[in-house]
């Protein structure tokens, strides 16, 4: 079975500071990994996904991700925030099928302080 | 291409009325699935279908009905609405493991 837990509801950084979200999975096969962002009354949209190439993924808007099998981790990162990045951060986890269920955390609020 | 499309946006229903949520995409994707999103407990999957005519149970089903008669189409029925299902409600479709959300349909049940 597939789980994936975030680490912190709600994290505030301040402009131009590091962001660092957290991303915990557990999965009993190789997992793909995702992370996706919802600003406020929008629907999901994809960040960034590992598949199993790079364990270092580089999505849009200037964030990445690290694969971690030792720590089952893929927190995600921006070295500079901005404040357009203030949203909502889901981390996803699926097993190597195309037909299994993708699995969701229960999200990270980003919040930027001026 | 509009992707996925879900109507309405808003909806206020009383308890004990049904309606249906609309849900459709034009990206000829098979897998489509309708997720409900409460505060602090991300996104639960409520029904999912593989392709047309094929539907099954996600993690939170009672109280929804789903029907695929076609790959575009894809609506989520309440049957006698609750105030436990008061929440935002979103489809989605899938491609290669990457998901593709609509925009969200907010429902209030009173």
């Known amino acids: 079975a597939q789980s994936v837990t975030q680490l912190g509801s709600h994290v505030s950084v301040s402009e131009g500071a590091l962001v660092l979200l957290r991303c915990n999975y557990s999965?009993?096969?190789?997992?793909?990994l995702f992370w996706y962002v919802q600003y406020p009354n929008q629907g999901l949209q994809l960040l960034l996904k590992?598949?199993?190439?790079?364990?270092l993924v580089k999505g849009i808007n200037g964030f990445e991700a690290e694969f971690k099998k030792s720590e089952t981790s893929f927190h995600l990162t921006k070295p500079s925030a901005h404040m357009s990045d203030a949203a909502e951060y889901f981390c996803a986890v699926t097993p190597y099928s195309s037909a299994s269920k993708i699995i969701f955390g229960s999200g990270t609020r980003l919040s930027i302080r001026p | 291409n509009a992707g996925v499309t879900q109507t309405p946006k808003f909806q206020v229903l009383k308890t004990g009325q049904s309606m249906t949520l609309q849900c459709a995409q034009d990206m000829n994707h098979e897998y489509m699935s309708w997720y409900r999103q409460d505060p602090g407990m991300g996104l639960r999957l409520i029904h999912y279908?593989?392709?047309?005519?094929?539907?099954d149970q996600g993690e939170v089903p009672n109280g929804y009905n789903v029907s695929r008669s076609t790959t575009e189409d894809f609506p989520l029925r309440l049957l006698s609405a609750a105030p436990s299902q008061t929440s935002v409600y979103f489809c989605?479709?899938?491609?290669?493991?990457?998901?593709?959300f609509g925009a969200g349909t907010r429902l209030s049940v009173l």
């Open positions: 590992y598949t199993s190439a790079a364990t």
């Open positions: 989605a479709s899938r491609e290669e493991n990457i998901q593709y």
């Open positions: 279908s593989v392709g047309a005519g094929i539907t």
């Open positions: 999965s009993s096969v190789p997992p793909y």
